[in-house]
């Protein structure tokens, strides 16, 4: 009996904290600030030139409820929330089955978010899994259901809601999807538009219809299950012919998709911007976003491939001196896959790793004109291995080249005596100094491009050779301010020098070979197909492996990294290595056609001498090509000059 009094007691002290706890609650939430609900996701971004590219759902954009399909409210209730308007927030029925089901079925995929906690989520800039975020998220959703009705919460949630391809807002994603109004929109599109939020990456029509269409049966079935439509609208609404428009504005590039998510990618690594919309009421965001650049490098991208062909591709164009990334994108078409290439993959960068190793070779006493044989080799290895690297078509001399030579037809044997003779480490030491950030293998292959390093890492590496020696950090955003007019964020420019310059100058003069005639003999320059086609100088070098081509070039203005490869590791044909090459020189022409052709100045400490090309050797002959090289005073070329086999040699006879 005394048991069944302390339970009781128990049960009411519960209680009475329980109605303490709400009217607590309760109060908190009344006196709190109201929030400003549609200022939800209002985000603008703007190029260097402040015009804005992005505006999130800015009021412009925002439709009342009675401007909305009735099918598409009744769509979004019945399948997200149809407790919805007998809920205060947080529905305690739903939230039970879903733990019961996942704990059942062991995994964590039933969810059972309402609306209002749905909307309130759109008040954060990062969706974390972590407690704090849903203490937030709990108060949030209280508030917002304590000042605001419901079909106000129902209109903030539809007119901010991502329906993907970078479409926040119903009105946007209408127009979008189907070139009408939400209003507008029959039983059909309605089911198809209410698919999508859920995951807009796998349920957009666009990326994959079969898996919309699937989810649109279940809709439409959720509708007649709550007598909302009847089995013969469903089944005509299934049916019918769906005709997906896909197109922005005429004056907004379907790329600039890609820019975008990058730029809220960073946004989020920056702290001094506050986790929650709440505080901040909306945000400008001033990029270093080009719209020109990155008009010209879509439409050169959208020139280059055949529509059948299923090639992917990536390109980043920066400013080389101060590392903002005026131009971006992350594959064909945003429509078919938002998965952001340049931003969020790594690939293997072949040939384009070298220049790095013969920066460390010049540091290390090399100059433009050191011989090593090109031959078939084989390379000793620790545990009795053997490397065999081999040339691109198994083209070899068969005598001495230059350096000069070595870069101009990309030559692997000597890329890797040159790798062998100075030890592992100095490349790896140039690449990291310079900014790379993956982990870079101790091997013999590591010149010929065998690690996987991510395009922007790339392109910020060969910023140092384009800046004369500095690291830079590749970035997009230069400030960030809050709707009250608060700068929250600036960027503060982070140079440091880590090349010697004179060497730069010296190595960017011999990345002009890859281009050069003069280099024709055994076999051809990598890139001598660009030979007169180019109005400017720049520093160039591609890339080949099985399944990745590359081409990185520079001059004082620019740095432009082009990838093409296929995203399931196909191999690639003879057809498909011709399309980077293409985009580049196409690229930065364009960029820099109005502009002056200028060049790196000469440092004083560094001397020009007419060689012959192949062998480095001093022109002695004027009947003979000769090419003007640089080199450090002190360290021109003689005729007794060996070749590092030589030496080689030497040292194992010894």
């Known amino acids: 009996m005394k048991y ?7 049960l009411k002290l519960f209680i009475i904290i329980i109605i303490l706890s709400s009217i607590g609650c309760f109060i908190y939430v009344k006196t709190s600030p109201k929030i400003i609900i549609n200022s939800a996701n209002n985000i603008v971004l703007y190029d ?30 019945n399948t997200e929330d149809k407790n919805f308007y007998r809920h205060f927030g947080f529905d305690f029925l ?8 996942n704990i059942i079925n062991k995994n964590n995929q039933q969810g059972a978010s309402t609306i209002t906690q749905q909307y309130a989520k759109n008040l954060f800039l990062d969706f974390d899994k972590t407690w704090k975020r849903k203490w937030d998220e709990m108060w949030y959703t209280m508030r917002i259901e304590a000042n605001y009705s419901k079909d106000e919460i129902l209109e903030g949630y539809l007119n901010t809601i991502n329906y993907g391809h970078g479409k926040y807002g119903v009105e946007n994603a209408s127009k979008y999807y189907f070139g009408k109004s939400a209003k507008e929109l029959d039983l059909a599109e309605a089911t198809i538009l209410a698919s999508i939020p859920k995951a807009p990456s796998n349920y957009s029509p666009f990326i994959d219809y079969d898996t919309c269409k699937k989810r649109q049966l279940l809709i439409l079935n959720n509708l007649v299950k709550n007598n909302i439509i009847t089995e013969e609208d469903k089944d005509k609404a299934y049916d019918e012919e769906i005709k997906l428009v896909g197109k922005e504005n005429e004056d907004v590039l379907s790329s600039i998709n890609y820019y975008q998510d990058a730029v809220l990618d960073e946004l989020k690594s920056i702290s001094t911007v506050p986790s929650n919309y709440s505080k901040i009421n909306g945000l400008k965001i001033y990029t270093t976003l080009d719209y020109n650049a990155q008009s010209i490098l879509e439409k050169n991208i959208k020139e280059s491939f055949p529509s059948e062909s299923t090639l992917e591709v990536a390109s980043v164009i920066m400013n080389p001196n101060t590392g903002g990334i005026i131009a971006l994108i992350g594959g064909r078409d945003y429509n078919k896959s938002t998965f952001n290439r340049a931003t969020d993959s790594k690939r293997q960068v072949g040939s384009t790793m070298k220049p790095y190793l013969y920066y460390a070779a010049l540091e290390n006493g090399f100059t433009a004109s050191s011989q090593f044989t090109s031959e078939p080799t084989s390379f000793p290895l620790e545990n009795n291995k053997v490397y065999t690297p081999k040339n691109y078509n198994e083209k070899y001399g068969n005598k001495p080249i230059s350096m000069a030579t070595a870069i101009a037809y990309s030559e692997n044997i000597y890329a890797v005596k040159t790798h062998m003779f100075l030890g592992y480490d100095s490349l790896i030491n140039v690449a990291k100094r310079v900014g790379i950030k993956e982990k870079l293998d101790s ?14 890492n790339m392109t910020a590496g060969y910023a140092a050779f384009a800046n004369t020696g500095y690291k830079i950090k590749p970035h997009f955003i230069t400030k960030v301010v809050d709707g009250n007019g608060n700068t929250l964020y600036k960027y503060s420019e982070e140079k440091e020098l880590v090349l010697n310059p004179s060497l730069v ?25 660009l030979s007169g086609k180019l109005n400017h100088k720049y520093a160039l070098k591609s890339g080949t492996t099985s399944g990745d ?23 690639l044909v003879k057809s498909d290595y011709k399309y980077a090459q293409n985009i580049w020189s196409k690229t930065v022409e364009e960029l820099e056609k109005d502009k002056e052709n200028t060049w790196y100045k000469k440092p004083s400490n560094v001397v020009g001498l007419l060689v012959e090309p192949i062998t480095g050797k001093v022109s002695l002959d ?9 080199f450090l005073k002190g360290t021109e070329p003689q005729d007794t000059d060996p070749t590092f086999d030589e030496i080689n040699a030497k040292s194992k006879e010894s």
């Open 94 to 101: 739903r939230i039970g089955k879903a733990l019961y089901t």
């Open 443 to 456: 091997v013999a292959s590591l010149p010929l491009g065998t690690n996987e390093i991510n395009i922007i």
């Open 505 to 529: 100058f010296i190595l960017n003069n011999i990345l002009t070979a890859t281009y050069d005639p003069l280099y024709i003999d055994y076999n051809y320059p990598t890139a001598i197909s």
């Open 622 to 630: 004027k009947n003979k090509n000769t090419k003007l090289i640089y």
């Open 48 to 77: 260097k030139d402040n015009n804005s590219f992005f505006k999130g759902s800015e009021s412009k954009e925002w439709v009342d409820l009675n401007n909305i399909s009735d099918y598409l409210i009744k769509a979004t209730i």
């Open 4 to 10: 069944f009094k302390l339970l009781f007691k128990l």
């Open 549 to 571: 081509n590359w081409n990185i070039g520079f001059n004082k203005d620019l740095v432009c990294s082009v990838w093409v490869g296929y995203d399931n590791n196909n191999e």
